[in-house]
């Protein structure tokens, strides 16, 4: 058994608002399963980066109002999590190594933001919530989608 779960920013994302419409179906599972299992629900620093860094993105695009929306929406989430934001410190990152060899043995090369979401996790007994197992599973770290039976 876990001891909680890490939510990767793909499956945080889902519940922002959004331009690009995400079936309210997918929504309203995701806030299920969030609202679920809200008492073991971690936040990886890196994930807030990666939301942060978009909202930044926004505003520089001239897309203002949607970036504050989006800044909102953001505070919302860290106020739901004020003390559940883990950081890449470096006991996570000396899983590096172990995680890149297993995940280049199969022939999959994840993004720096998922190596240290998967570091995270890892270091910590964890399993990332993801939209996307396979950038995760081929490093040996536990994960699961909520949005799979």
């Avoid at 994302?13 to 331009?19: G, H, L, Q």
């Avoid at 001239?62 to 890449?88: E, H, I, N, Q």
């Avoid at 995940?103 to 919530?129: K, M, N």
Wanted: aromatic share 8%.
């Amino acid at each position: 058994m876990t001891s909680g779960f890490l939510l990767d920013t793909n499956f945080v994302s889902v519940t922002a608002p959004d331009r690009r419409p995400v079936p309210l179906a997918e929504k309203l599972a995701a806030r299920a399963w969030i609202v679920a299992n809200q008492p073991f629900l971690f936040l990886p620093a890196t994930a807030l980066a990666e939301v942060a860094a978009g909202i930044g993105w926004k505003e520089a695009g001239g897309a203002t109002r949607y970036a504050s929306r989006l800044a909102a929406w953001l505070t919302a989430v860290l106020d739901a999590y004020p003390d559940r934001v883990l950081a890449f410190d470096a006991e996570a990152a000396l899983h590096a190594r172990v995680l890149t060899a297993r995940s280049r043995q199969a022939g999959i090369e994840p993004g720096f933001a998922d190596l240290t979401i998967a570091c995270i996790a890892h270091a910590r007994d964890l399993t990332v919530a993801t939209r996307n197992l396979r950038h995760f599973l081929p490093m040996g770290v536990a994960a699961v989608d909520p949005f799979v039976g």
